[in-house]
């Protein structure tokens, strides 16, 4: 299959540039999958699809505040640091601007000197190697210092940012919000709770790639990003003991289903697991345990929409993304969902 398969057109303002105010009030298009029929909803409404027995599976993955704004020293030229991947000894992996003043040698500093850092080493795919100096705890820093780092679709300024986190995020380490998970509130989970659903989490650090185009013209020369995902004997044994009872497994989002898709075994039999995962799940790819997804509008030609496009089809899925633009739904990350079953 070719990359251009998966184009549709969207206009520009359909992309939501704010959260609503209240993050279950977006709204909710269901595809049937055998079928093709949609449904127009609110996220609120969720439940209604949901059935006693069913497991939900959240990615409690928190977003690190990882975009420095910062100078070059000596000079005070301004500077821009993303952090990617820590690869321990105060070493990041990171994307850098501007990249021709930012070589090996270079230094750094933010906030007025509390946090310093030196350019290390260059990557083969433009990144750098940073190392940073400072004192106290590292990510109580960055809580002070550092940024969102917003999709580059989003103009906006975020006014608060805790609007970029799920209610239910633990653990830090996201360059990007598992997006499908914004929709929540506590409130929401527990109707869900009270319907005899079980909720389980899985952890996935969403990497920068998700918001990489697929530059191919064949889709399977494309080389997946890797991105790191954890596997509880608890959640395993949840999702196992669900099915086994003919509950459904519902993934929110595209982070849970590639984590469980990653570690099933062909049964659809879950163990315990963690580590890297370079997924790549495209139409012709046989679902192990995913039974619905709950998931945003992807952009087009990317590695998500193939994803869903595997999961329902890639004629209903552009189907439906046509008359979600018909209908003016709103996309990508602070936009509507839908559920997929």
Same mark, same amino acid.
């Given at each position: 299959?070719?990359?251009?398969?998966?184009?549709?057109?969207?206009?520009?303002?359909?992309?939501?540039?704010?959260?609503?105010?209240?993050?279950?009030?977006?709204?909710?298009?269901?595809?049937?999958?055998?079928?093709?029929?949609?449904?127009?909803?609110?996220?609120?409404?969720?439940?209604?699809?949901?059935?006693?027995?069913?497991?939900?599976?959240?990615?409690?993955?928190?977003?690190? *505040?990882?975009? $420095?704004?910062?100078? /070059?020293?000596? %000079?005070?030229?301004?500077?821009? +640091?993303? &952090?990617?991947?820590?690869? @321990?000894?105060?070493?990041?992996?990171?994307?850098?601007?501007?990249?021709?003043?930012?070589?090996?040698?270079?230094?750094?500093?933010?906030?007025?000197?509390?946090?310093?850092?030196?350019?290390?080493?260059?990557?083969?795919?433009?990144?750098?190697?940073?190392?940073?100096?400072?004192?106290?705890?590292?990510?109580?820093?960055?809580?002070?210092?550092?940024?969102?780092?917003?999709?580059?679709?989003?103009?906006?300024?975020?006014?608060?940012?805790?609007?970029?986190?799920?209610?239910?995020?633990?653990?830090?380490?996201?360059?990007?919000?598992?997006?499908?998970?914004?929709?929540?509130? *506590?409130?929401? $989970?527990?109707?869900? /709770?009270?319907? %005899?659903?079980?909720?389980?989490? +899985?952890? &996935?650090?969403?990497?920068? @790639?998700?918001?990489?185009?697929?530059?191919?013209?064949?889709?399977?020369?494309?080389?997946?990003?890797?991105?790191?995902?954890?596997?509880?004997?608890?959640?395993?044994?949840?999702?196992?003991?669900?099915?086994?009872?003919?509950?459904?497994?519902?993934?929110?989002?595209?982070?849970?289903?590639?984590?469980?898709?990653?570690?099933?075994?062909?049964?659809?039999?879950?163990?315990?697991?963690?580590?890297?995962?370079?997924?790549?799940?495209?139409?012709?790819?046989?679902?192990?345990?995913?039974?619905?997804?709950?998931?945003?509008?992807?952009?087009?030609?990317?590695?998500?929409?193939?994803?869903?496009?595997?999961?329902?089809? /890639?004629?209903?899925?552009?189907?439906?993304?046509?008359?979600?633009?018909?209908?003016?739904?709103?996309?990508?990350?602070?936009?509507?969902?839908?559920?997929?079953?």
């Amino acid at each position: 299959m070719k990359t251009s398969d998966f184009y549709y057109d969207l206009p520009q303002e359909l992309i939501a540039q704010t959260p609503i105010e209240r993050r279950d009030a977006s709204r909710l298009m269901t595809l049937n999958r055998s079928t093709g029929e949609t449904g127009h909803y609110h996220f609120y409404d969720l439940p209604e699809f949901l059935c006693p027995g069913d497991c939900l599976i959240l990615n409690d993955s928190r977003v690190l *505040p990882a975009r $420095l704004l910062g100078q /070059r020293l000596p %000079g005070g030229g301004a500077c821009e +640091v993303l &952090l990617l991947t820590d690869r @321990g000894e105060n070493t990041w992996e990171c994307l850098v601007r501007p990249g021709r003043k930012m070589l090996p040698g270079a230094r750094l500093s933010f906030g007025d000197g509390e946090l310093t850092a030196e350019v290390t080493g260059e990557l083969a795919d433009g990144g750098r190697l940073v190392r940073f100096q400072y004192q106290g705890i590292f990510l109580e820093v960055l809580e002070r210092l550092g940024k969102m780092p917003l999709p580059p679709y989003i103009k906006a300024e975020l006014r608060d940012r805790e609007r970029y986190q799920t209610v239910y995020s633990r653990h830090t380490g996201s360059a990007a919000a598992p997006t499908a998970g914004l929709h929540f509130t *506590p409130e929401l $989970l527990e109707t869900i /709770r009270k319907k %005899g659903v079980e909720i389980g989490y +899985v952890t &996935l650090h969403v990497g920068l @790639g998700t918001f990489r185009p697929v530059k191919e013209e064949n889709i399977t020369d494309h080389a997946m990003h890797r991105e790191y995902c954890v596997l509880s004997r608890e959640t395993a044994d949840l999702i196992n003991r669900a099915r086994a009872a003919g509950g459904r497994c519902v993934c929110v989002g595209t982070t849970s289903c590639r984590t469980l898709e990653s570690w099933a075994g062909e049964d659809g039999h879950m163990e315990a697991r963690s580590g890297w995962t370079d997924i790549y799940i495209y139409p012709g790819y046989r679902f192990k345990v995913t039974d619905a997804l709950v998931t945003n509008f992807h952009l087009p030609e990317s590695t998500l929409i193939m994803l869903v496009s595997a999961f329902a089809g /890639r004629e209903r899925v552009l189907a439906a993304y046509q008359e979600a633009v018909r209908e003016r739904y709103r996309f990508f990350s602070f936009g509507d969902a839908m559920f997929l079953y």
